[in-house]
């Protein structure tokens, strides 16, 4: 740790070029130059404030599969600072729509305004793509809840990234394993959206699946009619079909092919998790399986599922534990003493601890250890995505 | 490339080609229509589309009809949504032209100025359902996908050659076709008729020969509204979702394919339409479907250059219509 004495936070003050408050520097100094690492964060005379942001698609089509993890960071911050009354830390929501065009100028607004010290985010794979450049550069550290693309961390690592979930790669082998082993299917239908998200998650399925690929497809955002489609799944007439994508895309390609008289089982990744997916679905969702590298709120121990239930009224839904360990990493910088984003970068990286959902430590990379990371494979029943069991990975 | 795919289910492609086109069609009428008359087009058409969806998923719920209604509700639900839809679509594109273009032609405006009009009452639709509702009446209003629940569950009623034919893509495209002919018939064997063609071939002569020109405009936009809303219906039957901004793609494929057909010509509107959706099927099933647009308006590109006012020309004002 440094510290500054009060002619030097003058001189830093008059040469600051952000325009940032210098009492809030010269408070975030002297907190720092304090070191403190006690539980209450040092906080003996207020200083301890700062802004998470969470930013994800919190209306549209996708919606369900953000605002739970959103509700989770709520509860975890509720939770802290009733223990912490002499902090400040407010969470504020970016909705993007899961639109990166719209993530760039929310994710821009976070890294010029020095309050924030973190982001929770992105919530999809796309949208943390265009942004992550922005918030490396700004030195704002990323925890995403469920941003699960491949080569956001193994081929373009950014140094403030990480994430609580395991990657594409790790959901796809499970997905293969689950279409093989579990469905024992032989021949498998791939489809795939064209997304940052869909396109990478299939193609790591058919490489894994190999011969089993009787046939594959792509679709686009935004298509409601997959006739083409449809007659291609019925002329491969496979065993089972998978689709990597989006719920506002799954829900009329389902129906219409249930309605083509295709009934074989339907299997979708995290894309689909939430309750978008049935809705928009209607009944012919019904039985179909998701996959997740989330774990069920009832399996994660403690009272979550149950405080989180009480707090809104209904189940914990997708990530919503992700969202709640995400937003306890941060809590738990803040705690330690961190007042500027380098220390909670540098606290971010160094963290080890036991999550909700599970132990974190991250690797140079920003994901944690693939043997920590579980993936489950939900059903829909009545209408309702139930954890239906684990998958080997 | 898969030729062995197409070729082998030829019949069944060209009838979802079709059913897919039929809507389009309909709703291409309505910027014809409008175009044909006022040299204008008419780009909140796409949102008189989704307002008409949106009702259709309103009177369901007011009957509170599902999947396990009887015959009697299924019956009278789809009834009044087709009356309702048609009558809200037409409505909207009537307020869109009374409050929107009639004050600017009042006043002369130059036709960048409609354009520009039209781009805005577009969005001001697409917010009120999108947002503004969802402030006041909350969900299902907001840009989450809506499913409308599927009254008539799809069968297949016949089989010719291999093609199954089902009892939605026979609606579909029935009631389309049925719709473009009395529209055809309307406009040129009626009396209001003869009155928009006059109007769209040299509105100051028609005006010396006692027409009503903005009786005429408000006509069209109701016609094209309606057609819009009959869309809207067969559309919900046969996808069963719709959206905030559901009108959009339509809206931009229709326009497509009155501009394929020839602008201003309501038998090109049909060509075009039917053409587009074929066009946009085969090439899912050859290529895949993230090409469909890209295929569709290469098509569009190549048509309007060996004929620049599309395959039948612009001709609403002419004999043949």
């Known amino acids: ?63 369900s599969i953000v605002i739970p993890s959103v509700n989770g960071a709520k509860m975890a911050l509720t939770e802290w600072s009733a223990e912490n009354e002499d902090c400040d830390i407010k969470l504020q929501e970016f909705d993007t729509e899961g639109d990166p065009a719209k993530a760039t100028p929310a994710a821009t607004q976070m890294a010029t305004n020095e309050d924030f010290l ?107 009619d997959f006739a083409a489609v449809v007659s291609k799944v019925e002329a491969a007439a496979p065993d089972a079909v998978f689709y990597a994508g989006y719920a506002a895309e799954a829900g009329p390609f389902l129906k219409q092919l249930r309605d083509a008289g295709v009934e074989e089982p339907f299997v979708g990744g995290d894309g689909l998790y939430g309750a978008d997916f049935p809705k928009a679905a209607g009944a012919a969702s019904e039985g179909a399986i998701v996959t997740c590298p989330c774990l069920p709120a009832e399996e994660a121990g403690g009272t979550f ?37 380098e220390a909670v970068e540098k606290f971010v990286d160094a963290y080890e601890g036991q999550g909700l959902t599970k132990t974190y430590k991250f690797d140079e990379k920003g994901d944690v250890a693939e043997e920590n990371v579980v993936i489950w494979a939900y059903k829909v029943t009545d209408g309702a995505l139930v954890a239906d069991q684990e998958v080997p990975k | 490339m898969d030729f062995t795919s ?43 589309f989704m307002v008409g969806t949106w009702t259709v998923f309103g009177v369901y719920a007011v009957f509170n009809a599902t999947a396990a209604s009887g015959v009697g509700t299924v019956i009278l639900a789809t009834s009044v949504a087709l009356i309702a839809a048609t009558l809200a679509s037409a409505g909207t594109a009537l307020a869109v032209e009374r409050i929107a273009y009639r004050p600017l032609r009042k006043k002369n405006a130059p036709p960048l100025i409609f354009l520009i009009t039209a781009i805005g009452c577009s969005l001001v639709l697409v917010e009120l359902f999108g947002h503004v509702f969802r402030q006041f009446f909350g969900p299902p209003f907001g840009r989450a996908l809506v499913s409308i629940p599927t009254l008539i569950d799809t069968k297949v ?115 075009g339409g039917l053409l587009l959706g074929v066009v946009e099927v085969y090439s899912s099933t050859l290529f895949s479907s993230n090409w469909e647009d890209v295929t569709a308006f290469v098509v569009l590109i190549a048509v309007l250059m060996f004929r620049p006012t599309g395959i039948l020309g612009e001709s609403l004002g002419k004999a043949r219509a």
């Open chain 1, 1 to 63: 740790m440094y510290s500054l004495d009060q002619q030097e936070v003058i001189v830093l003050r008059r040469s600051t070029r952000f325009g940032f408050s210098a009492v809030a520097l010269a408070l975030a100094v002297s907190a720092s130059a304090c070191g403190t690492t006690d539980e209450n964060g040092g906080g003996d005379d207020g200083d301890c404030a700062a802004t998470i942001g969470i930013m994800g698609a919190l209306s549209g089509s996708n919606a």
């Open chain 1, 118 to 224: 973190g982001v929770i985010g992105g919530a999809f794979s796309g949208e943390t793509r265009a942004t992550k450049g922005i918030f490396d550069d700004a030195g704002l550290t990323m925890i995403s809840q469920s941003a699960t693309a491949t080569d956001l961390t193994l081929e373009d690592p950014a140094s403030v990234f990480h994430r609580v979930i395991g990657y594409d790669d790790v959901q796809g082998v499970a997905i293969a394993n689950y279409l093989r082993e579990v469905l024992q299917a032989k021949k498998i239908f791939v489809v795939d959206d064209s997304t940052a998200y869909g396109e990478p998650l299939a193609n790591t399925v058919k490489t894994e699946l190999g011969d089993l690929v009787a046939d594959s497809d792509k679709t686009q955002e935004g298509q409601t």
């Open chain 1, 305 to 341: 599922a149950a405080d989180y239930e009480a707090e809104y009224g209904e189940a914990p839904g997708a990530y919503a534990a992700e969202g709640y360990d995400a937003m306890n990493i941060f809590l738990a910088a803040f705690a330690d003493g961190a007042r500027d984003r």
């Open chain 2, 6 to 48: 197409l070729i082998d289910n030829l019949g069944s492609h060209t009838v979802d080609g079709l059913t897919k086109g039929a809507i389009y069609a309909l709703v291409a009428l309505g910027y014809t229509l409008v175009y044909g008359v006022l040299r204008l087009i008419n780009f909140a058409h796409s949102e008189v």
């Open chain 2, 157 to 271: 009623l016949f089989t010719v050659g291999g093609v199954s034919i089902t009892n939605i893509q026979l609606i579909v495209i029935f009631g389309a076709v049925l719709m473009m002919v009395l529209l055809d018939l309307f406009v040129n064997y009626s009396r209001l008729g003869r009155g928009v063609r006059a109007v769209a071939q040299d509105p100051d002569t028609a005006a010396l020969m006692g027409v009503n020109q903005d009786r005429v405009i408000m006509l069209v936009f109701v016609l094209g509204g309606a057609m819009a809303g009959v869309a809207a219906m067969l559309y919900t039957l046969r996808y069963d979702i719709t959206k905030f901004d559901i009108g959009f793609l339509i809206g931009v494929k229709a326009f497509t394919a009155a501009v394929l057909g020839g602008i201003g010509n309501l038998r090109g509107a049909l060509v």
